[in-house]
């Protein structure tokens, strides 16, 4: 998603409309949204897999690492769609858009 972001940055600044026309007619930031999978909600699936079914480990510091950890990288994931879905995927949302309008133009 990065890469088709900044490719769409670079289309968005460059005024070469032939530039334009040969890059924008591809992959779209919306393919990315309905393609793009709900890490989060397996991370939350599998933390209460452990939790409930797993049996009683030997470890007992080592399996609340692991845990700790899972749920932490649960927060990050969080934070890193929200981003997405707040910042990035509008944004370039609205550099495609008026792209479109330039080729129609």
């Known amino acids: 998603m990065f890469p088709h972001a900044l490719i769409i940055e670079d289309l968005f600044y460059d005024s070469s409309n032939d530039l334009v026309?040969?890059?924008?007619?591809?992959?779209?930031?919306?393919?990315?949204?309905?393609?793009?999978n709900d890490i989060?909600?397996?991370?939350?699936?599998?933390?209460?897999i452990i939790i409930k079914y797993l049996p009683s480990p030997k470890n007992q510091a080592l399996c609340l690492k692991v845990l700790t950890e899972l749920f932490n990288l649960?927060?990050?994931?969080?934070?890193?769609?929200?981003?997405?879905?707040?910042?990035?995927?509008?944004?370039?949302?609205?550099?495609?858009?008026?792209?479109?309008?330039?080729?129609?133009?």
């Open 21 to 36: 026309k040969n890059e924008s007619s591809g992959y779209s930031i919306n393919e990315y949204r309905s393609e793009h």
């Open 40 to 48: 989060e909600e397996k991370l939350y699936d599998l933390k209460n």
């Open 74 to 105: 649960e927060k990050d994931m969080n934070d890193h769609s929200r981003i997405e879905d707040k910042v990035l995927i509008p944004k370039v949302t609205m550099m495609e858009n008026e792209l479109k309008r330039r080729v129609k133009g």
